[in-house]
T-cell receptor, first 115, second 114 residues
Framework: EAEVAQSPRYKITEKSQAVAFWCDPI?????LYWYRQILGQGPELLVQ????????DSQLPKDRFSAERLKGVDSTLKIQPAELGDSAMYLC?????????????FGPGTRLLVL | AQSVTQPDIHITVSEGASLELRCNYS??????LFWYVQSPGQGLQLLLK??????LVQGIKGFEAEFKRSQSSFNLRKPSVHWSDAAEYFC????????????FGKGTKLSVKP
């Protein structure tokens, strides 16, 4: 069964350092989502891609966060510099089409701890 | 603005007992509704979803949910809980025309007693 891949699974960093997370969606899935899930909360959307284009980044803290999906396949989410409040699980999800009826398939996530 | 409320932060049930997890949403029209489950340290897996039609929706692992428009609710149920059902459960709502943007509740953690 096809799955969404994410790496690393765990990342510990010091504040002010740069971190990057990688996501490889299910093959053929055009839409890719990055979510942030703070402990004890539900996921919150950070950015949504359709192919290589950003279609919604209204909740992305653009002063320190950036995301790219250069070839419309895998994607990278970067934080620079990391802050203590960035400690969270970062989840990637993908769907075949950009539509609310579509099931979002989630990867296992990257757990970030900022010290 | 859309919102999702899961009133119960933590629920404990005995194995074999029935389960109901509550979800209330706020949205001006009929939304798309989802229930996801998350095991510790893992991503989310879809249990079931409602778009239209029959208000009782069947999902995987023996779960079902009922959409009640008058109560703005979409409660998740299972007649007999198994120890492997211990996990966190998230209700989510998607607005029609939102192009896939989901709003999640804060989750309900389910513990199962032997």
């Amino acid at each position: 069964e096809a799955e969404v891949a994410q790496s690393p699974r765990y990342k510990i960093t010091e504040k002010s350092q740069a971190v990057a997370f990688w996501c490889d969606p299910i093959s053929g899935h055009a839409t890719l989502y990055w979510y942030r899930q703070i402990l004890g909360q539900g996921p919150e959307l950070l950015v949504q891609f359709q192919d290589e284009s950003v279609v919604d980044d209204s909740q992305l803290p653009k002063d320190r966060f950036s995301a790219e999906r250069l070839k419309g396949v895998d994607s990278t989410l970067k934080i620079q510099p990391a802050e203590l409040g960035d400690s969270a699980m970062y989840l990637c999800a993908s769907t075949a089409y950009r539509a609310e009826q579509e099931t979002q398939y989630f990867g296992p996530g990257t757990r970030l701890l900022v010290l | 603005a859309q919102s999702v409320t899961q009133p119960d932060i933590h629920i404990t049930v005995s194995e074999g007992a029935s389960l109901e997890l509550r979800c209330n949403y706020s949205y001006g029209a009929t939304p798309y509704l989802f229930w996801y489950v998350q095991s510790p340290g893992q991503g989310l897996q879809l249990l079931l979803k409602y778009f239209s039609g029959d208000t009782l929706v069947q999902g995987i692992k023996g779960f079902e949910a009922e959409f009640k428009r008058s109560q703005s609710s979409f409660n998740l149920r299972k007649p007999s809980v198994h120890w492997s059902d211990a996990a966190e459960y998230f209700c989510a709502v998607g607005a029609r025309g939102s192009q896939g943007n989901l709003i999640f509740g804060k989750g309900t953690k389910l513990s199962v007693k032997p």
